[in-house]
């Protein structure tokens, strides 16, 4: 995504069309004066007409902003106008970091709840922990708040300080902390570690200004750890900034190579990105993990990989996100504007169509098997183009029993977990996390606080305790909660990865990537 400035005359930003002035003549007519023929001085005296003659009482920015948006629902699904806080948020985003206390937050039976501390941030120093609930900020209680409105109050200026009240499990009264904000990384590398001997792991959530440095960083990491093979996982990644695609795009291709052009209808619109060989590449056979929820960006990078036959792309058919925005500033807003199509190195472009919005976002469209769509790769394989990156090998993973969604819909596994820490020590929890084991005890409790608690009826639970796979599942997702508060979320996540079925085939399909890598390396002549 590329960032623009734009500032453009102040009638644009009142600018809106709204079908329902034409509706008027049912219900009294009155004329709004127009002097004028020009388009948006029309708009914008429609505009004063409404607030003017509305029944009730109306702020202009909530007419604007939702005028705005409807006018570029019409053009395609991405193009989007930002309000002051989503633009700050987008901002934040990109620049990798805002000021805060460092925690991560969700609503929990009802609660605002602390799910994790960062680690090193004050939050973690503060000794909040996983399972504690906020009850109030500064004073004003959260329980009518949500979540957006409780983060807007706990964010504030570097150096300023905020009073948080905390009801904790195990304690009879609440207590009240205050802490001093700072600066909190937003990291875009989540999660970075060995899998197996030889094997390297990176999770890349977002693309932001910093996700270059922290994949380079964490590269290097693992190669100190005797990383020969990678898996780099782009599942989930909605995308980002178009340069750090680039960028990360480098890290596997040869200087020089295509990444990503991108055309549209403005000579500005055109470009072509080619892998500019700074750094250190990495130099070993790949994976890259995809499904549905990988967009943009990350099609980018894995249309790279897969078009220059690079390495294997698993997982699922992504998104299908072809169009670039170019976010203008309006002042402290943003409009996100589709600029252009970008197009892989073998000349698809990845869009799906998007006549039908529910069929868009439902994702039921995917690409046409025409022959004017199909495009081949450095090596000669036929890769379709106009429905997403279609994966070298599809892999599923595999759906959870009713009874296990409405677990974890409830979030009972997070809740079990925080009742059965909360008589353990804090001196004690690191050690306690390294040893639990969840045994026939364990299993039995929970499922009878799950009955308790009404998540599942004793029928549900009858039918859960007859599914092998189903226990097995209910066992490590206990697991990993006490691991996510005692140890932290990283060993919460590398107790995941053995039960997630695409992790593993990646791992099963590296000696097909270490083909791919010596015919790349015999290729490019090295």
Do not use: C
């Not at 939702?66 to 006018?71: A, F, L, Q, R, S």
């Not at 009850?135 to 570097?158: C, I, K, S, Y």
């Not at 769509?373 to 892999?395: K, Q």
């Amino acid at each position: 995504m590329k960032l623009g400035r734009w500032q453009p005359p102040l009638i644009v930003v009142t600018t809106v069309v709204l079908v329902a002035a034409a509706t008027g003549a049912l219900f009294g007519e009155r004329s709004i004066p127009d002097s004028e023929t020009s388009v948006v001085t029309r708009a914008s005296r429609i505009v004063d007409g409404m607030l003017e003659w509305l029944p009730d009482e109306t702020a202009p920015d909530n007419i604007i902003y939702d005028g705005i948006h409807g006018m570029l629902e019409v053009l395609d699904p991405h193009s989007n106008y930002m309000d002051p806080r989503s633009f700050q948020q987008m901002r934040a985003r990109q620049e990798g970091s805002f000021f805060g206390i460092g925690i991560i937050i969700a609503r929990r039976d009802g609660n605002v709840t602390v799910i994790a501390p960062m680690a090193g941030t004050p939050a973690a120093q503060k000794g909040l922990r996983a399972g504690d609930v906020i009850a109030a900020v500064g004073g004003e209680p959260t329980e009518e708040l949500n979540l957006d409105e409780v983060v807007d109050r706990v964010r504030g200026p570097e150096g300023s300080t905020v009073l948080l009240t905390i009801e904790r499990p195990g304690l009879g009264e609440p207590f009240e902390v205050e802490i001093t904000r700072a600066r909190i990384p937003q990291d875009s590398v989540r999660f970075a570690f060995m899998l197996r001997p030889g094997t390297g792991y990176i999770r890349l959530s977002e693309f932001t200004s910093t996700s270059v440095r922290e994949v380079g960083g964490a590269m290097n990491a693992l190669r100190d750890q005797g990383m020969t093979d990678l898996i780099f996982d782009l599942r989930n990644n909605p995308g980002g900034q178009l340069d750090a695609a680039v960028g990360i795009s480098n890290f596997f291709l040869r200087e020089g190579q295509l990444i990503v052009s991108t055309r549209g209808r403005t000579p500005d619109s055109v470009s072509v990105l080619t892998a500019p060989g700074r750094g250190r590449p990495f130099e070993g056979p790949l994976v890259v993990l995809v499904n549905e929820g990988s967009a943009s960006a990350s099609e980018i990078v894995a249309g790279a990989v897969q078009d220059h036959d690079r390495g294997l792309v698993v997982g699922e058919t992504t998104w299908g996100k072809g169009l670039v925005q170019t976010v203008f500033t309006v002042r402290d807003t943003g409009l996100a504007l589709t600029t252009a199509r970008y197009y892989t190195p073998s000349g698809r472009s990845i869009q799906r169509d998007y006549d039908s919005f529910i069929d868009y976002v439902t994702h039921r469209n995917g690409a046409a098997e025409e022959p004017d769509n199909t495009f081949e790769t450095d090596a000669g394989r036929s890769v379709l183009g106009g429905g997403g990156i279609a994966p070298d090998v599809e892999v599923i993973g595999r759906p959870f029993s009713e009874e296990l969604v409405l677990l974890y819909g409830d979030t009972a596994f997070f809740r079990f977990a925080i009742q059965l820490l909360q008589d353990v020590p804090e001196s004690e929890k690191a050690d306690f996390g390294a040893r639990f084991e969840v045994d026939d005890a364990i299993l039995n409790r929970f499922l009878e606080w799950v009955v308790g608690a009404e998540t599942l009826t004793p029928d549900q639970v009858a039918v859960l305790r007859s599914d092998a796979q189903g226990m097995d599942d209910v066992a490590r997702g206990i697991r990993i909660e006490v691991l996510n508060a005692t140890q932290g979320l990283e060993a919460g996540y590398r107790e995941a990865v053995e039960s997630d079925d695409q992790i593993q085939a990646a791992l099963g399909l590296l000696p097909d990537a270490q083909d791919i890598w010596r015919v790349w390396q015999d290729k490019q002549g090295g």
